[in-house]
């Protein structure tokens, strides 16, 4: 099965290693230790995370390192961008919303 970078960001386990990897590339050890789950699970996460080609495994003697491949992170930036605007007014509003709320309350 073909996985697409947007079921990769739809756990946030996988946002929180693909956070730790855009910092530096790391070994599956490590990246399991700053975890509180199991090492078969942060395997599982790893493997989803390469079949998306959101990063790459390297093997350096009997270890394996992560690395971010960010440029297939981009598919979903771009979607995600694209409702920047509107977000963007929907918080303005209801900023100038609760403005004019504590206005009136500091009024009173």
Known sequence: MRRD???AIADPVR???ISLLAEQALSINAIAEKFDISRPAIS???KILEECG???INKKGRERYCLIQPKNLVPAFLWIDQYKN???EKLDSFEEYLNKLQSKNQRK
């Open 5 to 7: 970078v947007f079921q």
């Open 15 to 17: 946002r929180d290693i």
């Open 44 to 46: 599982k996460h790893i």
């Open 54 to 56: 959101i990063i790459s």
């Open 86 to 88: 509107l977000w963007e």
